[in-house]
Each structure stands twice: as C-alpha cells, then as structure tokens.
C-alpha cells in the first residue's frame, strides 16, 4: 500500500500513480494505492484535513480506472462507509479509531476488505477482538496493521513480536513503515523521523509479513500532512528492492 497521505491535489496523485505503476512494471509487486480523502484526526484544528470528501473521492476514482490500481482510504464514521466502499477496494479504519465497534461493523458491511490499524495504545493480542467484530459481521477480508506503540507522551516504539503475534489470528499482517516513525503532538504537528523508514521496513520484512505501507510524497517536504514521515518518492523502488532480496532471503533460510 503506498501513496500520499491525503488527497492534496490530481497533480501529486497522478504524479505518484505513474511511478507506482512503473515500478510495478520492474517488480514483483502489486500496489494498493493510498491516500485518505479526509484527515479527521489532526493535532490543531487548523491543520489541513483535505479537499473535501466527494471531490477526493472523485480523485480517487479516476486513479482507480485510469492507473488500473486498487484504492484504500481511511473511513472515520460509519455514515462514510457507502460513498468510500463505492470507490476503496479496501476501507482502512485509523489506529485511533480501532476499536469503534459501529465503524467496524458498518465497513465489514460493505463486503469491501478492512484494514484495521493496531491503535497506539493498545497490545497485539487486542486486536483479535477489533478481527473478530468484522468477522461476526460476516465479512472475512480482514488485514491487521502495526504501526507503532505510544513510548511515552511523544514517541513511538515498534514491538516487533506484534507482528508475529497477529498473524496468529489468521488473517494478513501489514508493516507500516511510515507511521511507526512519527513523533506525535511535536509543536502542534506530528513529527517524525524519516531516517528510520527504511531500516524499520527491512526489519519487518525479515521479521515476516503480508503486506508493507509506505506514504510517499513527490516533495515531503511540501506535504500538506505528514510531512516528515513520507517517503521520496524517488526512494520507493530502491526500498522495494532492497526487501524484496531480504523476503528471499528468509524465504530461503526458514
């Protein structure tokens, strides 16, 4: 799963649709393409959230058709679910909000897959129960996402065990390459740690998983959010390469 954090503009998603699109041309893999159509939990309220949900939506849309790429966006209330399943492949609920029961429910409903992201405060092993409520509602398509633990009031730690633990469970395991990097609430904004991106993400290739998530940005540094913790887009296919030798590698030695 990779693109940018929010709908900012057609401009930068089209500008990372295209080089997701040549990569997968070069690798063996297949993108998910991410960008949320609204950001609804921002440390200030004067933070950009997005363009509004029916024009990113719109946006998203003619990604999806044109670049022939699947589309996972977060979903915030379950008032939401219809309109994103109508566009998403995938409906992802935020890590704050991964044990809201009616949202669960509601996405599990559409027959769309859900990606749950682990909350920053809570285990592994709770996040059975969040599985467990899209699967009471009839839906099987779960994935399960860590992306960091609270260490602190403005920092973040990743267990790797975590991962281990939730594949347990039985459905796909997502790494979060980016998120496990911020440092949260840092002068109204969360901050972030980019230098890490890469090294974590080869960690938890080794470690073992189903999926990766990367947020990447043209120009982080002109992000509108999450400026911080993006990926260069420049660098994505050189990180692709560099854990895709390492899942041989253990593939190999396991």
Same mark, same amino acid.
Request: charged residues 25%; proline residues 5%; glycine residues 8%.
């Given at each position: ?18 080089? @997701? ?7 063996? %893999? ?29 946006? *998203? ?7 022939? @790429?699947?589309? %996972? ?17 995938? @409906? ?10 009616? *949202? *669960? ?52 730690? #990743?267990?790797?065990?975590? @991962? ?8 796909? #395991? #997502? ?57 260069? *887009? ?21």
């Amino acid at each position: 799963m990779a693109g940018p954090c929010v709908v900012e503009s057609e401009k930068v998603l089209r500008t990372v649709a295209e080089q @997701l699109c040549a990569i997968q041309a070069r690798l063996p %893999v297949d993108f998910v393409f991410k960008s949320s159509y609204t950001k609804a939990n921002r440390t200030s309220g004067s933070s950009f959230t997005g363009i509004g949900m029916e024009a990113a939506l719109e946006l *998203l849309a003619n990604i999806r058709s044109e670049y022939d @790429l699947p589309i %996972v966006s977060d979903i915030h209330a379950p008032e939401e679910c219809s309109a994103a399943a109508g566009v998403c492949d995938i @409906l992802q609920i935020p890590a704050f909000l991964s044990r809201q029961t009616e *949202l *669960l429910t509601a996405a599990a409903n559409t027959g769309r897959a859900v990606h749950i992201k682990k909350g920053q405060f809570m285990a592994p092993e709770d996040m059975q129960y969040a599985r467990e409520k899209v699967l009471r509602a009839g839906n099987e398509r779960v994935l399960l996402c860590e992306r960091g633990t609270f260490f602190g009031y403005g920092d973040l730690v #990743v267990d790797f065990r975590s @991962l281990i633990k939730m594949r347990h469970f039985g459905s796909p #395991v #997502v790494y979060d390459a980016t998120h496990s990097v911020q440092r949260p609430a840092q002068r109204g904004i969360s901050g972030g740690e980019r230098q890490y991106i890469a090294p974590l993400a080869r960690a938890a290739i080794a470690v073992g998983i189903d999926g990766l998530f990367l947020e990447t940005h043209p120009h982080p540094e002109e992000a509108l959010s999450d400026r911080d913790t993006q990926l260069p *887009l420049g660098d994505l296919e050189s990180l692709l390469e560099q854990v895709l030798h390492i899942r041989e590698a253990a593939k190999e030695n396991s």
